[in-house]
């Protein structure tokens, strides 16, 4: 559990409710900024990492000449996705085929074809810049029923293809746990499904497991949707590309498993275990699909605290703006208990309304408490935190759930800080900088 702050002696009793209602001595703790050691595994050539992937794929086997190719890219910030993408189509044209790209991201872009369109642009995935046609659809083609009852959906694009290449990043998921969870095989299910196969699986995943239903409906896309093969994007914790792993669709149930352990061990994560709060500049669709990863911030079996073994223990979290790229979709805004005022107002309700609902997470669209400014939302977590020294508030601040190698941490943490190996100071305690308007001044 989070660890009170010590107490003065001479302080008099005082309630939460008062605490969070008078006006203290508004002394805010100093902060310090640490930089993270993770380790570091980084591909050298993009391009030649793709091509070895397409080659242990064994696409040169499967893509005939003059067939059609469809090339899934799904709405996640993937690093050096562009590239990616634009080598994979590169080599399918050197191997006779005639590729186009799909967006392959369930009910994202606000759930239209328009909308998804913007999504692969805003990663600098267009037509012109890849050489090669994009097919937006939301139309699915119901291509079988599962063994448990449902129908399988398949973007009508892709299944007229002759052959579908299904590219993913693997990584944890941030809410559904097995020994699979967010890479090729989902990406086969709530990705190529669109809007309808979302609504449907997800609602499937309350009535049996994850990875149940991610393994039937996979093994039924691999049977029956022309799938050529899966190239496979693993990270390292500086959102850089670690690995491109091509696996023929025959081995793509067996491996992955082993994907998402090697990705696991990569994880970036916060420097320490517990805080009263963690401030973030930004949440988005292009940081995580909760907006925030919950694997970041120890929500991911409950959204207002860590369960069991879970860490980190966050007591309280600030949201202050939303990024740019998720376009209004403030989908997980419901994980944090305070946020920012400027994130109502960039909140496109249709968006998050749709996407949390058929993500079947509609507590991630709820609207936290919401502050005029930075100071206030400080203030009022710190008084929400019970009676102490201000000086002995534990928190942090990072940008967002994808950067973290960097963290400002409030001045208590310092002796632990000096304490870890892996840890470096790289700022050493000073006041918090506000602007005329009580707003923090960026330090990231």
Known sequence: MVQPRSVMQS??????????????DATLPNFFRVRQKFSRPCVASIDAAVQRAVEHAGLSRTIKTGQSVAITVGSRGIANIAAITKQLVSQVKALGGRPFIVPAMGSHGGGTAQGQLRVLENYGVTSDSMGCEIRSSMDTAVVCQ??????????????????????????????????????????????????????????VIQNYTFDQIVRSVARE????????????????????????V???????????????????????????????????????????????????????????SAIGDERPEIEHIYVRSLSEETEGNAAGIGIAELCHRRVIEQMD??????????????????????????????ETAMGLSGWGRNEDYPAMWI??????????CSQVLLQKAKDHATLEIIAEPRPLQFDSDSNLVDMF
Request: glycine residues 8%.
């Open 11 to 24: 302080s008099p009793p005082i309630s939460r409710t008062e605490r969070s209602i008078v006006s203290t």
């Open 221 to 244: 896309v691999i049977a029956r949707c022309h799938i050529a093969g899966g190239i496979a994007i693993l990270e390292n914790g500086y959102e850089e590309t670690a690995d491109i």
């Open 246 to 304: 091509g696996l023929p669709p025959e081995r793509i149930e067996t491996e992955e498993p082993n994907l998402l352990n090697r990705v696991r061990d990569l994880l970036p994560r916060l420097p320490f275990d517990s805080a009263e709060l963690l401030i973030l500049d930004a949440i988005g669709k292009n940081f995580s699909g909760s907006g925030m990863d919950t694997n970041i911030v120890g929500r991911k079996h409950n959204n207002r």
């Open 399 to 408: 940008p967002n759930t994808l950067h973290v190698e960097e963290v400002e």
């Open 146 to 203: 599962a063994k448990e009852g449902f129908p399988v959906h398949f973007d009508t694009h892709a299944f007229a293809a002759d052959q579908v290449i299904v590219v993913n990043r693997i990584k944890p998921h941030t809410r559904f746990f097995g020994s699979v969870e967010s890479g090729l095989m989902k990406m086969m299910l709530i990705g190529l499904g669109k809007h309808a196969g979302a609504i449907v699986y997800h609602r």
């Open 349 to 378: 309700p249709v968006k998050t309304r749709i996407n949390c609902i058929t993500a079947g997470h509609i507590a991630a669209a709820m609207v936290p408490v919401d502050f005029p400014n930075d100071r206030t939302a400080i």
